[in-house]
């Protein structure tokens, strides 16, 4: 399939730690077969150096968010709808598949930049649907004189410098905490406890897969009968989260647990499904904060969690991620999540026109090493 506009309006922003191309929904063809042979070309895949579009050779910076007024506009509780679409680096897919809670941290600032969304003086806050799930949060972020303020002294693990604080708080009220109803599973010979807080996750001991749970992203990569018991239990768990068949799906994550090597509740290492994060996802870590509060999961006997009740800190291998997850008690019993919200940052890279390669989607060039896939999305 060939076809689209020969530019396209985009802006280039960072979201927590990953990096993505924003556009207006209006600005893409409207037919998904047609955007996505498009955004494929625009960020220069399949090629594992993207070396002839806006992606970055890695699922971290290979991101696409596409945002558009609601359909009813006269929805109180929504204010922008946010699509997010995983472009593969070194094969022709893009997966509409889960969310990404990184990218999300940059589409109330670029609601407010595209003027689906007014600024406010002081602070705005934006009302999010992520369509990909239905779930919804609020963004909140500082405003003045009509403008996104992305200065400030807020300070994420795995981003230089500091930006503005922007506050996520997630709308509770989902699918089950626990998609097998029960808090531990014995899956493909491996104790775990299946989570859904937003993104379906394996909670895995890294002990029980005979590592320390410390290792670096790089050599858990090169582990390959890890990997392939990873994969054997990330397959059997699909349907049993009620995901179906999983194999050509970038659901469910599946993160080690370990206990925190600093002043954390946890240490972990997320595979995300078959590349190992280099830090976490904003969802997956709310999936992670969630289960450690769950009684009788897997965390039991590996996290240290505050006395308070507070804040979790989630270790990552390049630092933390703070996040707030109170868990309560449904009417039949279950536990539930009362409370997820975390503190990200965005800022933008730049605002203007980007051109696509031309022609027809090309394969990936011969001989080169194949790296990110879609299945491969770290996003949440």
């Known amino acids: 399939m060939t076809g689209g506009p020969a530019e396209v309006r985009c802006l280039l922003m960072r979201g927590g730690t990953s990096k993505g191309a924003y556009f207006l929904a209006d600005d893409l063809p409207q037919d998904p077969a047609a955007r996505d042979e498009l955004l494929l070309r625009i960020m220069g895949s399949p090629d594992p150096r993207q070396i002839d579009g806006l992606g970055g050779a890695h699922p971290l910076t290979s991101k696409v968010a596409v945002v558009s007024v609601p359909d009813d506009p006269d929805d109180p509780d929504v204010d922008v709808d946010y699509l997010f679409l995983q472009v593969a680096v070194d094969t022709a897919d893009v997966s509409d598949r889960q969310n990404c809670g990184n990218l999300l941290a940059g589409v109330g600032p670029f609601a407010v930049e595209r003027g689906l969304v007014p600024a406010r003086e002081g602070q705005t806050s934006v009302r999010i649907r992520m369509v990909n799930t239905g779930d919804l949060a609020t963004a909140s972020f500082p405003t003045s004189g ?18 503005a604080p922007v506050v996520i708080e997630f709308a509770q009220g989902g699918g089950p905490l626990l998609p097998t109803g029960r808090a ?10 299946c989570v859904d807080n937003g993104m379906p996750t394996v909670l895995i001991p890294a002990q029980a897969l005979d590592i320390t749970g410390y290792e670096t992203p790089g050599e858990l990569e090169e582990n390959s009968a890890l990997r392939e018991r990873l994969e054997r239990i990330r397959l059997e768990a699909g349907p ?8 050509d799906t970038t659901v469910p994550k599946l993160s080690l647990l370990a206990p925190p ?12 499904p078959h590349r190992c994060h280099t830090s976490i996802g904003v969802l997956g870590a ?13 965390a039991e006997d590996i996290a240290r969690l505050p ?6 800190r989630i270790e990552h291998p390049t630092g933390f991620i703070d996040i707030e997850a109170a868990v309560g008690t449904g009417g039949d019993g279950s536990p539930v999540v009362r409370r997820t919200a975390v503190v990200r940052t965005a800022r933008k890279i730049f605002d203007g026109t980007v051109f696509p390669r031309p022609g027809q989607t090309a394969p990936p060039c011969p001989g080169l090493p194949q790296q990110g896939t879609a299945g491969d999305s770290p996003s949440r």
């Open 146 to 163: 009509g403008r996104v303020d992305y200065t400030g002294a807020a300070r994420i693990s795995g981003v230089p410098g500091t930006a």
């Open 184 to 193: 531990r599973e014995v899956i493909a010979g491996t104790r775990v406890t």
């Open 240 to 247: 049993l989260m009620g995901l179906g068949d999983v194999h």
């Open 261 to 272: 090597v600093q002043d954390g509740a946890v240490t972990t290492r997320t595979f995300i």
């Open 286 to 298: 709310a999936g992670v904060a969630a289960g450690l509060r769950v009684s009788g999961s897997i």
């Open 307 to 312: 006395p308070d009740g507070g804040r979790l």
